[in-house]
């Protein structure tokens, strides 16, 4: 059963489990808190593990306005006040690792240890930092016709070779509307702030096969931020939390309770 709390001027949809301090989870641009599903049961085990999803994604409501990077790192803040937690462990993949920079930047009181995956660093565009963007983009525009040559991107051949289920993963994506447009529009937004001004302990994350952010892009954040740690992935892709949730968990509970490993 979904649950829903008020933060500001959204309606926000999100899972709970486990018990211990707290570990918020940042979706992809194109995805929601369901892309964790795999990866919680292996968190709970050590933290309060709070999935939601963002503005103009999933279950959230709210108001059919445009957005920014900015507001989702508020609606973030105003999750975790809502919910009672002053402070938390923040993992972000993806586009959802560009809104846990955010977060960092722009509240750093409330962000304890930072974890970000697949993603590319702040101020600068995708587009800038990714040379087969616009290949990218075309795909997605091909949607539902590409759905399979998309899901490569995403996901190692030979993960689809056992997961064959996950190539038409694309072919549902929703069709352009108001609010899929919104989204679009707030991806593409940026902060003026960047990665060398975080000041949480950081881990960075990069699967060694990631066709979406090359992994080089991932790890050169790590010499940006003051005392970061970095961990390539091998034979993983774009979506570590689906493709080797245990992997990923590993990392994540060595870096936020080293003592976790142990147990």
């Not at 920014?68 to 586009?95: C, I, N, P, Y």
């Not at 930092?129 to 399979?148: F, I, N, S, V, Y």
Request: hydrophobic share 45%; glycine share 8%.
């Amino acid at each position: 059963m979904t649950n829903f709390v008020r933060a500001g001027d959204l309606r926000i949809a999100f899972d709970r489990e486990g018990d211990g301090p707290p570990l918020l989870l940042m979706h992809g641009a194109e995805a929601s808190r369901l892309m964790f599903a795999a990866l919680v049961p292996h968190l709970s085990k050590y933290f309060t593990v709070i999935a939601y999803d963002q503005r103009d994604c999933g279950e959230t409501e709210g108001p059919d306005r445009p957005s920014t990077l900015a507001d989702l790192a508020k609606d973030a803040q105003e999750l975790m006040k809502a919910l009672g937690f002053r402070r938390a462990h923040v993992f972000g993949s993806s586009f959802g690792g560009r809104v846990a920079q955010a977060l960092a930047l722009l509240y750093p009181r409330v962000v304890d240890h930072l974890v970000l995956a697949s993603t590319w660093p702040l101020p600068r565009p995708y587009e800038e930092l990714c040379p087969d963007a616009r290949q990218l983009g075309e795909l997605r525009r091909g949607l539902p016709d590409t759905a399979e040559e998309l899901a490569t991107w995403f996901f190692p051949e030979a993960f689809l070779e056992k997961r064959p289920e996950l190539r038409c993963i694309f072919a549902q994506a929703r069709p352009e509307s108001t609010r899929s447009s919104s989204r679009a529009a707030t991806v593409a937004t940026a902060l003026d702030m960047g990665v060398a001004d975080i000041v949480a302990p950081t881990l960075v994350l990069a699967g060694e096969l990631d066709r979406v952010v090359p992994p080089a892009v991932t790890l050169a954040m790590s010499g940006r931020i003051r005392g970061a740690d970095a961990a390539m992935l091998p034979g993983i892709g774009h979506v570590t939390a689906m493709q080797a949730p245990e992997v990923l968990a590993h990392h994540i509970v060595r870096f936020l309770s080293p003592q976790g490993t142990k147990q």
